[in-house]
């Protein structure tokens, strides 16, 4: 029953959610990711490299020849200076690398509709259509790189999960600039299906873009 009453109250508090898609107040505000992060979340932050080297190392021993094309994008070391794009929509893809069942160890997905949007003066990431959505803030860490704390909205679903409630839901992720108009998420160890899931942002062909305030 007490479960039961947090979850509603935590769900209610995101109740506004229920009229757009796009609207990152399920994640609290805070002065800095630390304040917000679950214990989990930031365990996998901690192990970010980890995850890159099993990622790819269990990726190119079949898919050595797609990993090389995306030349910086599979590059752990690629970030540079001014992590952050200008507010606006992008074209964005999903690739998954690893799997814990040594299966599809390289799972490349279709463009989407993303946007990097402010919210109350923060920065936040949405992933505006599939079937799996992530959602949530954008937070300073470095001059290389932000960090991303979210939940993942599924399928026809029309609210949020408030951050820290599920932890398959929680979502933890590295925004970095790889080059000129081209700039990466990165998801250590995610809760389904791979080791490392990386989202490429670039802009859109109808890109609306402007500087966030």
């Given at each position: 029953?007490?479960t039961?009453l947090?979850l509603?109250a935590?769900l209610?508090a995101?109740?506004?959610?229920q009229?757009?898609?796009?609207?990152?107040?399920?994640?609290?505000?805070?002065?800095?990711?630390r304040?917000t992060a679950t214990?989990?979340d930031?365990r996998?932050l901690r192990?970010g490299r980890d995850?890159?080297?099993?990622?790819?190392?269990?990726?190119?021993?079949?898919?050595a020849?797609?990993?090389?094309?995306?030349?910086?994008?599979?590059d752990?070391?690629?970030a540079?200076?001014?992590?952050?794009?200008?507010?606006?929509d992008?074209?964005?893809?999903?690739i998954?690398l690893?799997s814990?069942?040594d299966?599809l160890t390289y799972?490349?997905?279709?463009p989407?509709r993303c946007r990097?949007?402010?919210?109350?003066?923060?920065p936040?990431?949405?992933?505006?259509?599939?079937?799996?959505?992530p959602?949530?803030?954008?937070?300073?860490d470095?001059e290389?790189?932000?960090?991303?704390?979210g939940?993942?909205?599924?399928g026809?679903?029309?609210?949020?999960?408030?951050?820290g409630i599920?932890?398959?839901?929680?979502l933890v992720?590295?925004?970095?600039?790889i080059g000129?108009n081209?700039?990466?998420?990165?998801?250590?160890?995610?809760?389904?299906?791979?080791f490392?899931?990386?989202i490429?942002?670039t802009?859109?062909?109808d890109?609306?873009?402007?500087?966030i305030?």
């Amino acid at each position: 029953m007490i479960t039961a009453l947090v979850l509603a109250a935590a769900l209610g508090a995101c109740a506004d959610f229920q009229a757009s898609r796009q609207s990152a107040e399920c994640v609290p505000m805070a002065a800095n990711w630390r304040a917000t992060a679950t214990d989990d979340d930031r365990r996998r932050l901690r192990q970010g490299r980890d995850a890159w080297m099993e990622g790819l190392g269990q990726a190119q021993v079949r898919h050595a020849g797609a990993i090389a094309a995306e030349g910086a994008l599979f590059d752990p070391d690629a970030a540079l200076p001014g992590p952050l794009p200008p507010a606006g929509d992008y074209r964005c893809r999903t690739i998954k690398l690893g799997s814990p069942s040594d299966l599809l160890t390289y799972v490349a997905y279709p463009p989407f509709r993303c946007r990097i949007g402010a919210e109350g003066g923060r920065p936040s990431f949405t992933k505006l259509t599939g079937s799996q959505r992530p959602i949530g803030r954008l937070f300073d860490d470095t001059e290389r790189r932000m960090v991303f704390l979210g939940t993942l909205q599924l399928g026809d679903e029309r609210r949020a999960y408030q951050y820290g409630i599920d932890r398959d839901r929680d979502l933890v992720a590295v925004l970095e600039r790889i080059g000129e108009n081209r700039w990466r998420l990165v998801f250590p160890y995610p809760h389904f299906e791979s080791f490392l899931d990386v989202i490429e942002i670039t802009p859109s062909a109808d890109s609306r873009q402007g500087t966030i305030q």
